[in-house]
């Protein structure tokens, strides 16, 4: 049924598409961004990111493995409606759901930050509600409607809180939000720690943070946006926020946190319009490259 909703794009993955029957991992672009509200072109995002990935070397050394050795299957992107919300989450969803439905561990390369609502959607009509989010994000995203339309990107968290419970949400990263998004993620009883708290913390206390979050939950999804990131790392985002953190903060979070209870992902609000030289698409695919490493030394 997925393939209905799939086109396969003229670049793969690392240049290779690994065998589905011997690797769980699937990349699945989602070219959507009519959401943006500032920079506009994460669209093109599924497109730099594979074809930059064919530059990167494949080995992690946090996790000693070379991803080379089991390259995810590229399954083309999903099929999108320019301006039509409804029957591109109606796609992403039925795509998302058959993928967790085969026990598949998806990586979705967005497009803007709005795709994970029928993700999540897909996902929990496949596996239930014992699956908690984390969300590596600059911004709560926390608004009920953005210049009149409730699926902005601005309202990602808000409208995930009516897929899951705001209480199996934690966002990580956030240093971009309004007072009233404040008072509402106390109402929500969201918790989240901002660039402020990582550092405060440190990797080691914001990763036992995340894990003594997760501790109670079968199912993790990780979410990354990549305003999460300085505009020194990552430049080409939609929506860049300063003061953010490094890639080597990331990477080690991540490292000290993705277990086998990791399900799948996805990688959001890359902007090749508006990237340096595609350092940021470099970035992106070296984050799914760590993080695919982690999910494969945790199995």
Avoid at 1 to 30: A, Q, T, W
Avoid at 99 to 107: A, E, I, W, Y
Avoid at 229 to 244: H, S
Avoid at 262 to 275: N, Q, W
Wanted: a negative charge; hydrophobic letters at 40%.
């Amino acid at each position: 049924m997925k393939e209905l909703y799939l086109n396969k794009s003229p670049y793969v993955f690392l240049g290779i598409s690994g065998d589905p029957s011997k690797v769980p991992y699937s990349i699945v672009g989602v070219p959507f961004d009519s959401t943006s509200s500032f920079r506009s072109g994460s669209r093109f995002a599924p497109l730099h990111v594979r074809l930059v990935s064919q530059s990167l070397e494949t080995y992690s050394l946090r996790a000693d493995v070379d991803v080379e050795d089991f390259p995810p299957h590229d399954e083309g992107d999903i099929i999108v409606s320019p301006g039509d919300i409804s029957w591109t989450f109606r796609a992403i969803e039925e795509v998302s759901e058959e993928l967790f439905s085969s026990g598949r561990k998806p990586v979705f390369i967005g497009g803007d930050h709005i795709i994970s609502v029928p993700i999540t959607t897909g996902m929990v009509k496949a596996l239930g509600k014992d699956l908690c989010l984390i969300l590596l994000d600059a911004h709560l995203d926390l608004r009920d409607s953005y210049l009149g339309n409730r699926f902005s990107h601005a309202c990602v968290t808000r409208r995930l809180c009516e897929v899951v419970d705001p209480r199996s949400i934690l966002v990580i990263g956030a240093r971009a939000f309004s007072k009233s998004e404040l008072n509402d993620a106390r109402k929500l009883k969201l918790k989240y720690y901002t660039t402020l708290d990582v550092r405060r913390l440190g990797v080691r206390g914001t990763a036992k943070v995340i894990n003594d979050f997760t501790s109670s939950f079968s199912r993790v999804y990780i979410s990354v946006d990549f305003d999460v990131f300085d505009p020194a790392y990552a430049p080409g985002v939609q929506t860049p926020e300063p003061d953010g953190l490094s890639p080597g903060e990331v990477f080690d979070i991540l490292y000290k946190i993705v277990d086998s209870r990791v399900i799948g992902l996805d990688v959001v609000e890359v902007c090749p319009p508006h990237d340096v030289n595609d350092v940021t698409a470099a970035l992106a695919a070296k984050t799914v490259l760590e993080i695919l490493s982690y999910m494969h030394i945790s199995r």
